[in-house]
């Protein structure tokens, strides 16, 4: 299986900040990636598809980079609505394991 | 509006078997591959299991692997999840989520596009 791995685990930020979340896999996916943000009590939203293409009706703050290995999730000039655990998922291979999330806090 | 529901979670003792469901509407079913993805309370997301669209491909998590049976009715709009042999470790919330691939788009990559709001499976004596 392929295992992903994340980083921060947790990252504290303000409202304005621009952050970057990182995304590692255990060996290349291509452009096989995805991002999604969850936020409490609520089900996960997808941000970002084929590391990436940003889908419809996320704002253009968020932006996705990278492809083999390394990838990246950016959000620019951080909204308090942005604040919430945010998930990377390889497609590459069957099982479509996660990485273990990042959560996005308020500093 | 595309929507997703699912139902069937409750408790249920160890050893025992529970089948979720979940209906979709707003978009042509038998377009598009489905999946379940669990979240244990406080932890992080984990892929269970998908199915394409005829039901031809199917795949599993190893955690649940000859214990869990992914299904689909494409007359009733529904996706199911069979599960057989709970233990305490799948006590999650499970999802079912909508692949972003239509079939004969020639698009190649997954992604989960929709999900529904869960339902809650307790597995506790």
């Known amino acids: 299986d392929i295992q992903m791995t994340q980083s921060p685990s947790s990252l504290s930020a303000s409202v304005g900040d621009r952050v970057t979340i990182t995304c590692r896999a255990s060996q290349s996916i291509s452009s096989y990636l995805n991002w999604y943000q969850q936020r409490p009590g609520k089900a996960p939203e997808l941000l970002i598809y084929?590391?990436?293409s940003l889908q419809g009706g996320v704002p253009s703050r968020f932006s996705g980079g990278g492809s083999g290995a390394d990838f990246t999730l950016t959000i620019t000039s951080l909204q308090p609505e942005d604040f919430a655990t945010y998930y990377c998922q390889q497609t590459y291979s069957s099982p479509y394991t996660f990485g273990q999330g990042t959560k996005l806090e308020i500093k | 509006e595309v929507q997703l529901m699912e139902s069937g979670g409750g408790l249920v003792q160890p050893g025992r078997s529970l089948r979720l469901s979940c209906a979709a509407s707003?978009?042509?079913?038998?377009?598009?591959?489905m999946h379940w993805v669990r979240q244990a309370p406080g932890k992080g997301l984990e892929w269970v299991s998908g199915i394409n669209w005829n039901s031809g491909s199917i795949g599993y998590a190893d955690s649940v692997k000859g214990r869990f049976t992914i299904s689909r009715d494409n007359a009733k709009k529904s996706l199911y999840l069979q599960m057989n042999s709970v233990r305490g470790d799948d006590t999650a919330f499970y999802y079912c989520?909508?692949?972003?691939?239509?079939?004969?788009?020639?698009?190649?990559?997954?992604?989960?596009?929709?999900w529904g709001q869960g339902t809650m499976v307790s597995v506790s004596s």
């Open positions: 084929a590391a990436s």
């Open positions: 707003g978009f042509t079913f038998d377009n598009y591959d």
């Open positions: 989520a909508k692949d972003i691939r239509e079939r004969g788009s020639g698009v190649y990559y997954d992604a989960f596009d929709i």
